[in-house]
């Protein structure tokens, strides 16, 4: 390899081949934020001085024959509702207690820097995960580096701003609704939201409690990969993480589906009225690759759509309010004004429509899980607009935008079932923003997803488009 | 969902008292956006009891009988 590693995977073969090294790749993702970050508002704190020092570790270690596995040496973000010993958890609020979790690794955390990776800081969320950007608060606004006049998705927007533009590698981000689906799709990234229970969510600020999950934003469903064989695995303090170690699927790299089922969704829920008006055609030129690629292709569509669409809301809203009545009731006002608006929710329903909630999630889940004798992958739009202009969020509007979000954004449901869901990029909007698909499994076989994904990604190239903003700075650099 | 543009003062009152029952001290116009979209939502969750599939299962909850609380940060694994 001669040019400048895209993707993480390919970053860990030019470290392995002596190509580059984890101090160079450091170095370069550092000049990255120097250059972005104040236009993205990815970081809501770096460590250099520790992600440079990581980086000679990991070289070092290189230099030593020692090799911790793919992650070793690569620059890597971490979403600031995740507890890292380096500095303090915000969950980018003025509420969360500072001493919470302060100096200490959460598990997945820990797991990172046994595997070698180089953390180079905290990337900026939604606060609490949830709600809307909130100009009157003092925090940085997300944007995409693909428009920065539009938001990046929430709730992981640092991590999946940051693998656009460059910032690092790969992260973490965290998905009770779509927050890693959502930012992967508005910045063209590929983010996975595994099974439930197969990462431990303890030494995350919880959001809801039956619904988190923590996972992947990088480039590549390969990248990915990576990243969950690292962080998978049970933990003791989570009561919800399974033993369910998970490998690298053998066969990536490979495009070839023959034998993979295919269910496709096109149903009006999908696709609106009012969504891209590049929507459909860059969706069925998507399921036209899969089929290419030797996948039967099957039209499907979701059973249960709308009763877990309002279960998703109903269990997160509530969940939330468990977590936050406390601080909700002395300090409302900052709350961000989504926040508010979505804890308010949770005082709108009664304890017997939260149980029937959790009856209506277990039958939902029979009846995918019964799909899924039929179907290997699901495959549905992410989203069905781009990058919506951020003003559209800010300030007192992020309490009606959180609400109508969902009307246009289609993640939710399965955060309800628990089945593992990669979203990738497939194209491009009538607007020139990105477009994702989600690709959905049965429980636990994240491997059948990643290789339908790796497979489309082996024959496209959307995954490694680079936002304009990004290039023109790369190509002044190169031309200098 | 249907969005409204306005609220009924039966729906605001109905929401008021939902938040302050829960002690939120929402401002009126929180009350009054909150309260464009209750009904709906209010609908959107009775529909949560007519399916007949759902009449006879168990919850998605689980009590576990163990006692102790792990801490995260104790256990490295």
């Given at each position: ?36 970050d104040e236009q993205t508002g990815t970081y809501l704190a770096r ?32 979403k600031d509702i995740i507890?890292?010993?380096?500095g303090p958890t915000t969950a980018q609020s003025l509420v969360l207690d500072r001493t919470w979790g ?19 800081g905290k990337t900026s969320t939604m606060e609490f995960a949830v709600g809307m950007p909130d100009d009157s608060k003092p925090f940085p606004i997300p944007r995409n580096?693909?428009?920065t006049d539009t938001w990046p998705g929430g709730s992981s927007s640092g991590t999946g701003s940051g ?10 981000g965290t998905?009770t609704?779509?927050s890693?689906?959502i930012p ?21 600020v919880p959001l ?109 809203a509530?969940?939330a309010l468990?977590y936050h009545r406390s601080d909700a009731t002395e300090r409302w006002t900052d709350f961000f004004a989504g926040t508010r608006a979505i804890l308010a929710q ?42 919506p202009p951020v003003r559209d969020y800010l300030g007192e509007r992020g309490s009606t935008g959180v609400l109508s979000l ?75 | ?23 939120l001290p929402a401002s009126?116009a929180e009350?009054?956006t909150l ?43």
């Open positions: 390899m001669t040019s400048s590693p895209r993707t993480l995977t390919e970053a860990a073969a030019a470290l392995r081949a002596g190509e580059t090294t984890s101090v160079a790749l450091t170095e370069a993702a550092l000049a990255a934020a120097d250059a972005h460590f250099d001085d520790y992600a440079l020092a990581s980086a000679h570790a990991a070289d070092t270690d290189f230099g030593n024959g020692v090799d911790r596995g793919p992650l070793q040496g690569i620059p890597f973000g971490v507890a890292m010993a380096e302060a100096g200490r690794d959460a598990p997945v955390v820990a797991r990172l820097k046994t595997a070698g990776a180089v953390i180079t580096p693909w428009d693998v656009a533009a460059g910032l690092f590698f790969a992260g973490l998905d609704g779509g890693i689906r992967a799709a508005f910045c063209g990234v590929t983010g996975l939201m595994p099974t439930f229970g197969r990462v431990p969510k303890s030494g995350c809801g409690y039956s619904l988190d999950h923590i996972g992947p934003l990088a480039r590549s469903a390969s990248d990915c990969a990576a990243v969950l064989a690292t962080i998978a695995g049970h933990h003791p303090s989570d009561p919800d993480s399974v033993s369910a170690p998970f490998r690298v699927p053998e066969d990536l790299g490979k495009a070839d589906l023959a034998g993979l089922r295919v269910g496709v969704v096109r149903d009006e829920h999908h696709f609106p009225d009012n969504g891209d008006p590049a929507l459909l055609d860059t969706f069925s030129a998507a399921v036209a690759v899969l089929a290419e690629l030797g996948a039967t292709v099957v039209e499907v569509r979701l059973p249960y759509w709308s009763q877990m669409c309002t279960a998703n809301m109903l269990t997160l509530c969940e468990a949770g005082a709108m329903v009664s304890g017997a429509d939260y149980v029937q909630a959790q009856r209506m999630r277990r039958v939902a889940q029979d009846a995918i899980d019964r799909m899924f004798d039929d179907v290997d992958v699901i495959a549905c739009p992410t989203a069905s607009i781009t990058a969902f009307a246009s954004v289609h993640t939710g449901y399965w955060d309800c079932l628990g089945n593992p869901v990669l979203a990738m990029p497939m194209g491009f909007g009538a607007n020139g923003l990105p477009l994702s698909v989600q690709l959905a499994g049965r429980a636990f076989t994240e491997a059948t997803i990643l290789r339908t994904a790796d497979a489309f990604q082996q024959v496209t190239d959307w995954h490694l488009a680079t936002p304009p903003l990004i290039a023109a700075a790369t190509a002044t650099t190169a031309a200098a | 969902m249907t969005d409204k543009t306005t609220a009924t003062d039966e729906e605001i009152a109905e929401v008021r008292a939902l938040l302050a029952e829960a002690r009126e009350i009054r309260a464009m979209t209750h009904r709906a939502q209010r609908e959107a969750v009775h529909d949560l009891y007519t399916a007949q599939a759902a009449r006879y299962v168990d919850p998605a909850l689980r009590f576990r009988a163990h006692a102790r609380i792990i801490d995260w940060w104790s256990t490295t694994v």
